[in-house]
């Protein structure tokens, strides 16, 4: 899977290299390019934004720095997400099928958004026909100061279901139990008293019958505390 990010803010990607992703992109596996918008402007002042048509608060990205920062990385059989507050909820089942993409561009905005004429010029048909796929993404219901943090946060869950990516394959598998609800569950490790805190009896029981259904009634429980 080949990534690209565009971004005022390339420095913010620097998380990506550590760790799993570090190591899946030193074994070819996974490549993520960050870009800054700012190579893409065409004025002296870099300028990347101006005032919104028609009026309002805060600024909108320029559709031609976007276009000309867009092209630079654009190839056939592509996702272009762009990240907006206004965009389809991100969830599990979307990052397992965006894992299955051989190429994702995130197009990170600042400010009130980008030029909106962006979105509608690669969702054209002559895009369509190259199998560019345009999607506004939004991870959740609270205002970021962009979409850098956004994109970061979908790239790990997406690039984790890239098989090889992910240390150990089994986690996968339980995960999918996950969707249904398991494995949501309290957990507990030794010592088998912690400040005066006890491990449940049933955990110790070697009964497995017992375990299970202790567990899911405490995962229905913990959904319901937890529930907004
Ligand atoms: C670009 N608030 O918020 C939630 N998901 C994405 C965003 C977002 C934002 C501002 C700019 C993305």
């Not at 934004?49 to 976007?66: E, K």
């Not at 389809?88 to 051989?102: G, V």
């Not at 979105?119 to 560019?132: G, L, V």
Request: net charge negative; with cysteine; aromatic share 8%.
């Amino acid at each position: 899977m080949k990534i690209d990010a565009i971004t005022i803010f390339p420095e913010y990607f620097a998380p990506l290299q550590l760790s799993l992703l570090g190591k899946a992109q030193e074994s070819g596996l996974l490549s993520i390019n960050v870009h800054d918008l700012r190579a893409h402007t065409t004025d002296v002042h870099h300028t990347v934004d101006d005032a919104p048509y028609g009026g309002g608060a805060g600024m909108v990205m320029l559709a031609d720095v976007w276009g000309n920062a867009i092209d630079g990385v654009l190839h056939d059989d592509a996702d272009l997400i762009i990240l907006t507050p206004a965009g389809r909820r991100f969830d599990q089942q979307m990052a397992e099928e965006l894992s299955h993409a051989k190429r994702l561009i995130f197009a990170c905005g600042r400010y009130e958004g980008i030029d909106d004429r962006v979105r509608e010029h690669y969702s054209q048909t002559q895009y369509a026909d190259r199998n560019i796929r345009v999607r506004e993404v939004s991870i959740g219901d609270y205002v970021l100061g962009g979409g850098e943090v956004a994109a970061m946060v979908m790239i790990e869950s997406i690039t984790r279901l890239v098989p090889g990516v992910l240390g150990n394959p089994l986690s996968l598998a339980e995960e999918s139990h996950n969707e249904e609800g398991y494995l949501e569950y309290p957990n507990f490790t030794r010592p088998k008293e912690w400040r005066g805190l006890e491990v449940p009896d049933v955990l110790l029981s070697g009964n497995h019958g017992a375990i299970a259904t202790w567990r899911s009634s405490q995962a229905r429980e913990r959904k319901d505390t937890n529930s907004n």
